[in-house]
């Protein structure tokens, strides 16, 4: 439904949350990523290898100078914080659990597009899909992190724009076009770059979107 209302080949966008560290005592990649139930931390190996035949997973990256480690706490810190504020994705994770409801949503984006559909449905304080915000949400962690740390001093106004995804957006956008951002408009944006795709239970190197598109064997290339 996602790739039918977004004309996209892909349906859904996380953040690897955690890497292994087996000095700290783990050795497994975590996920962290809004779905149909709500928010939540999943481990890779999930996708990666229990379900490998079921899901192409594409791996891309930020890699401005300022984007360190510490940044890239700071943007997980404020997805999770995000959870607990005034957007209840576990509530909107029971709604969309009704098959009819999230197809009229879906419909609705693919008539008018997900900012639409996304605005319309906040202005009538009803609650949308989880699988629907996905991508706003990973979309949302990155822009929190770069508004924050500007306005701390830490990091230039401009330098905002160097997290933003989606071309509807600007740094002052609000969480409502924020969420509105689509797995495409993720996986399209010039502002990260390609790092490797799993597919069939292997995983390749790239750098392209045009070796990205024959690996998944589809014609369309971002």
Not at 24 to 44: C, H, K, Q, S, Y
Not at 189 to 216: D, F, I, Q
């Amino acid at each position: 439904m996602i790739r039918w209302t977004t004309r996209s080949y892909f349906s859904h966008a996380a953040l690897i949350f955690l890497v292994p560290e087996p000095n700290e005592g783990f050795d497994n990649t975590f996920v962290l990523e809004a779905i149909p139930t709500g928010v939540t931390i999943t481990n890779m190996h999930h996708y990666v290898v229990e379900r490998a035949k079921d899901y192409d997973i594409v791996i891309k990256r930020v890699e401005k100078p300022w984007f360190t480690e510490d940044v890239q706490r700071l943007v997980r810190g404020h997805m999770l914080d995000f959870v607990r504020a005034e957007y209840d994705f576990h509530a909107i994770g029971s709604f969309a659990m009704a098959a009819l409801r999230s197809f009229l949503f879906g419909v609705r984006v693919r008539m008018s597009g997900l900012q639409k559909a996304v605005e319309k449905a906040r202005t009538n304080k009803k609650l949308i899909p989880t699988r629907f915000v996905c991508s706003g949400f990973v979309q949302y962690g990155y822009i929190a992190a770069a508004r924050w740390l500007a306005s701390q001093g830490k990091l230039n106004d401009a330098s905002i724009n160097d997290v933003i995804f989606s071309a509807e957006l600007d740094a002052n956008a609000d969480v409502t076009r924020i969420l509105a951002t689509t797995p495409e408009e993720v996986a399209s944006s010039n502002k990260s770059t390609w790092k490797y795709v799993v597919t069939k239970g292997k995983v390749y190197s790239v750098s392209t979107s045009e070796e990205v598109a024959h690996l998944l064997g589809s014609k369309k290339v971002w």
